[in-house]
């Protein structure tokens, strides 16, 4: 009877695994700019995506963004919208989609696309000078958005 207990509980962790797939680029369904649906299936965590906002090699948000938050971060930018208070202002789905893609809500954004792999005029591969190869992906993955997107959410006024 353990063993019975025991399989079924892992065959259910399994399935509930199989279940939390991550959504490609390609694959992300937006609704009036905001994406309700987890990208990756896992709970972002916002000290990760605290990291990936004020990194320059990661996301770089700070590069056209201010955050109070990310005060030890040098040289913030003044193009983009004040995030204090960005989770007020948006909700998780609203975020997700921002970060996604903003031009989805935002036709005239300036704002790159973090999680978008078609469509573009003419990509580049990286800093090479090169025309983007096969093996051109998003500029953050599925699990960085969320974790972006669980750190905005934690940006209270």
Known sequence: MKILVITTALVGGLTSVALAEE???????????AVEQSLSGTA?????????VGDKGQGNCVACHQVSDLAEVPFQGEIGPILDGAG????????????ANAKVM???????????????IR?????T????????????????????????VTLKK
Not at 88 to 93: F, G, I, K, L, T
């Open 23 to 33: 959504i490609s680029p390609t694959g992300v369904n937006f609704s009036e700019g």
């Open 106 to 120: 935002f036709e005239d954004s300036m704002m790159p696309s973090f999680y978008k792999t078609e469509g573009f």
């Open 44 to 52: 972002g965590d916002p000290a990760t995506g605290r990291i990936i």
């Open 123 to 127: 990509p580049g591969n990286a800093y």
């Open 129 to 152: 000078g090169e025309a983007a190869d096969d093996t051109f992906g998003p500029l953050l993955s599925a699990q960085q958005v969320e974790d972006v997107v669980a750190y905005l």
């Open 88 to 99: 007020e202002r948006w909700s998780e789905a609203e975020l997700r989609g921002i970060v």
